[in-house]
Structure formats: C-alpha cells, structure tokens
C-alpha cells in the first residue's frame, strides 16, 4: 500500500525563480494539505485541496498556489522564490471528514540561494 | 485562532526510563488530535490519533491521553529505548475539519 509520495526530495534553486513541487495522496485519501516547515518549528498549514478546489488557506501570499488533478495528486507552485521559502516541505493526504488523520509524505527539501 | 505549546522543548532520559511529552492547545472546540514523529530531514510518521470524544488511545509503549476542558494532551512512552529519539510533535485539528495546527515539537534524545 504506497503511502504519499512526494517529489522531488530535494531542490535548490535561486532567488527570483519559480518551482513546482508534486504530491501523489495515499490510495483512498481524496484530500490533499500543504504545509511548510522551518528548521526547529512545527510545519505551518499553506492550504487544503479537496475536488480539485481550495478549501483552505493558510497565512501565505498569493505567490503561493496549488493545483489538485482529477486522481487527487496535487502540486504546489512558489514564484519569485525569496531566501526565506528556505524549507521542508510536506503534503499530507486525508480522506473523507476529519474523523481521520493525516497520513504524511517524506518531504521536498527546497534551498533558495 | 488556536495555538498549540509543547513542553519541554528538549528532554535526555536514559534508556529504560518512563517519560512524558506535553501538549497545550488554546481552543478547545477540536475535531481531533494527533501525535507524530520526525526524524532529522525526514517527513511525519503518525503515532496516534485521538478523536475529541476519546479520552485515551493506546499503542504498543505509547498512550495519548486528551483533556479537552484544560486544553492539554500528553504522550507517555514507557521504557523508552534510543531508537525513540526522534522529535515529537502534536497537532490539533479544529471543527471546520480543514487544517491542523502544530505545536514546535519536543526533541527527544534517549541515551543507551
């Protein structure tokens, strides 16, 4: 039973660019979260996606976005990369109410130098 | 807006020992509350998870407990070992079913 996969584990890009991170849920789950975690802090909720909309939003400029496809994988996009998006970055699939939990993914590791 | 606190933030046992993470949360109108582990670099591995009308849930050496009239859940690990050296991290999901919200983690480190 593959649990959620997340792509790619690391990344470096520079100052300015644009990066897309992909996620592919744990089989039955229909719900997609992004959070992004800080060295030493607890990951921080970026937004919820559900039928392909989102549901949910954190406390993140708009050069934050995201994407869900019809087979539930998703995918979170980050413009104009800024030093301080520096983070782990992790997805976690969830399916039906909130009666369940989340199930994570390992993380992308983005660098921005 | 909710906010979740975990104390201590850092905590050395010698193996075998008993010990007690904590976790405190601001709004007690929760859906549930979950218990994770991270290791260093590497994503959330759930350990348990306790719905709002639970009091307890149990796991081989772990019990969660959940009190939500104080706002407060603790994680007990009995004989502890070094491979539970890890970071230990609480979240609390509130009734909108939407998000959940992360405490900054406990670092455990159990010598052997």
């Known amino acids: 039973d593959a649990g959620v996969t997340q792509s790619p584990t690391h990344l470096i890009k520079t100052r300015g660019q644009q990066v897309t991170l992909r996620c592919s849920p744990k089989?039955?789950?229909?719900?997609v979260s992004w959070y992004q975690q800080a060295l030493g802090q607890g990951p921080q909720f970026i937004f919820q996606y559900y039928e392909e909309e989102e549901r949910q939003r954190g406390n993140f400029p708009d050069r934050f976005s995201g994407h869900q496809f019809p087979n539930y994988s998703s995918e979170l996009n980050v413009n104009a990369l800024l030093l301080g998006d520096s983070a782990l970055y992790l997805c976690a699939s969830s399916s039906g109410g909130a009666s369940y939990g989340y199930t994570f993914g390992s993380g992308t590791r983005l660098t921005v130098v | 807006k909710q906010e979740v606190t975990q104390i201590p933030a850092a905590l050395s046992v010698p193996e075998g020992e008993n010990l007690v993470l904590n976790c405190s949360f601001t709004?007690?109108?929760?859906?549930?509350l979950q218990w994770f582990r991270q290791d260093p670099g590497k994503g959330l591995t759930s350990l348990l998870l306790i719905q709002s009308s639970q009091r307890e849930q149990t796991s081989g050496r772990l019990n969660a407990s959940l009190d939500k009239s104080s706002g407060r859940s603790t994680l007990y690990i009995a004989a502890s070992q070094p491979g539970d050296s890890a970071t230990y991290l609480c979240a609390v999901r509130g009734y909108n079913a939407g998000k959940s919200t992360f405490g900054d983690g406990t670092t455990l480190t159990v010598k052997p």
């Open positions: 709004d007690s109108a929760i859906y549930n």
């Open positions: 089989s039955g789950h229909d719900t």
